[in-house]
Structures are given as structure tokens and as C-alpha cells.
């Protein structure tokens, strides 16, 4: 499984999904759920023209296996769809 955040260093609504995604993933506790996420990786895609073009207005993007699970905010039900699709 393959989680991505698409972010930009100036964006604070970036550094916001990130700690929202961290704390939900805190609260997942020893679930097995919580070890099929996996590590979150972080793209700046100010350093990808090709991102930026396609994901320029909606970062910050989380992505679960290059699908994308929510935009601006982090959703913890849609992220718990993802995961259980």
C-alpha cells in the first residue's frame, strides 16, 4: 500500500493534512489496519512539473496507490473507505 501526500514547503494547509494524517494514524493504536497503511511519503510537487500541472489547485492531495483519497482537508472516513475498499 502506497500512501502520498502531494504538498508544497510553503503551504500550511500542507503541514495541517500531514499532522491531521499522523494523529489519525496515532489513534489507529496496534490495529492491523494500522500496519497496512504504512509510511506516508511526502512530494513536493513544486519539484514535479508534471504534478504540479496536474495537482497544482487541489494540494495538498492524499493519494492511497496514486488514487486520490482527499484534498485541502484530511478526511478520516474517507480515508477508512479507502482502506477498506
Known sequence: MKLTL???SYCHLC???QTAFLNWKALQGDTVRSFEIGKLQVVD???FPDLEALWGDKVPVLLLDDVEVCHYHFDAEKMTAALNR
Open 6 to 8: 502531494l504538498s508544497r
Open 45 to 47: 510537487v513544486d519539484e
Open 15 to 17: 503541514d495541517e493534512m
